[in-house]
């Protein structure tokens, strides 16, 4: 599986956009990129995936580097409730469920 | 969107003995997920439940010390044997939901800790 790097922790004002970097450089062109956090005390949750193009949901948007070697989790603004951790993770599109974790980022958010 | 209940949420348990844990989904599925999350750390995937078959485990992990079970499309188990304090974690179940591919859903988890 290809290996994603985050930073261990980052920290934000509420309020404020948050923009979480992921490097995946062995990415090849089937792997799909997927963001999930976990909440305190909680299982992870999705928060959104692409392929090539950037994506835009209710909860975040995702950039995606035009050489699909890096990407960028974005929260338009951040809330005392986002503080959690967050897992940038590479699927192939037959396993999209099967997912292998890295260590994430830690996202503090301070009032 | 799929609906998991884990049993127990949480347990002491004595070392050498075992614990099944339940995993229980409000809809049919066909692929369940196990994780372990060790104290302070990101999850690993123990193995994945397929129904009708035998679990596919991950490196690491084995039959004999984590016994699955996947009797239906709407419920799992799996077994932690003869525990070690090297045991203690959270154990997570996650499944696929059709209906909102590619997401995947997880439990709350089972709070394990081995005395």
């Known amino acids: 599986d290809a290996k994603t790097t985050q930073p261990n922790s980052m920290e934000s004002n509420e309020e404020e956009p948050v923009h979480l970097p992921c490097n995946h450089s062995t990415i090849s062109g089937t792997d799909y990129i997927h963001w999930y956090r976990q909440l305190p005390s909680q299982g992870p949750e999705y928060v959104i995936h692409g392929l090539t193009s950037n994506v835009n949901n209710r909860m975040a948007s995702l950039a995606i580097a035009e050489d699909r070697k890096s990407s960028t989790l974005i929260l338009h603004r951040a809330t005392l409730r986002d503080a959690a951790v967050y897992y940038c993770i590479l699927t192939e599109e037959d396993s999209s469920y099967k997912l292998i974790f890295g260590s994430g980022t830690r996202l503090l958010v301070r009032p | 969107s799929a609906v998991i209940s884990q049993k127990p949420s949480r347990d002491i348990c004595q070392r050498g003995t075992s614990l099944t844990i339940q995993c229980q989904v409000d809809s049919q599925v066909t692929m369940m997920f196990w994780y372990r999350q060790q104290p302070g750390q990101s999850l690993t995937l123990i193995a994945t439940?397929?129904?009708?078959?035998?679990?596919?485990?991950e490196s690491g992990f084995v039959i004999d010390k984590f016994p699955i079970s996947r009797p239906n499309l709407t419920f799992s188990t799996l077994t932690v044997s003869n525990m070690s304090p090297e045991d203690s974690s959270i154990y997570l179940c996650?499944?696929?939901?059709?209906?909102?591919?590619?997401?995947?859903?997880f439990g709350q988890g089972t709070r394990l800790t081995v005395v």
């Open positions: 996650s499944v696929e939901d059709n209906h909102r591919a590619p997401e995947a859903f």
């Open positions: 439940a397929n129904q009708g078959s035998e679990a596919t485990y």
